[in-house]
């Protein structure tokens, strides 16, 4: 494959949308949004991670703030939301709503090692034990 179709396809997964509806009240209302993209995820992570220390000789504490993490995801992937997404708006969305769109953010810490090192292979069933 040429460096240009390889680009081509790498720029058409980017701009596939998808769609949600979230139901507030009696109206249902359709969220269209994007995939995250790897840049874009790792520059929320690093967003959302805060690092302090109490001196130059004690330990590090990284703190991660997922409501930083899942706020900054919905203002990189919806497309044209019909509310702003301001912190006012987005500490007033209701639960239920909230766990919608929960649905499209993708989970900060999944890396898809998993799916990596599974390609080609069957799936074996889980133990089912947790």
Known sequence: MENSELLLKLMSAATKTDSVTVQIGD???TLRYKKLGWLAKNRCLSSATEYSSQNPNSALNVTFHLDVYKALVLQEILIDPP???TPTSLE????EVGVVLD???P???DTGAEKVSNMGKESEPSSGGQ
């Open 27 to 29: 109206e249902s209302i």
């Open 83 to 85: 509310f702003p997404l």
């Open 92 to 95: 007033a969305i209701p639960e």
């Open 103 to 105: 649905t499209i953010i």
């Open 107 to 109: 989970l900060p810490f």
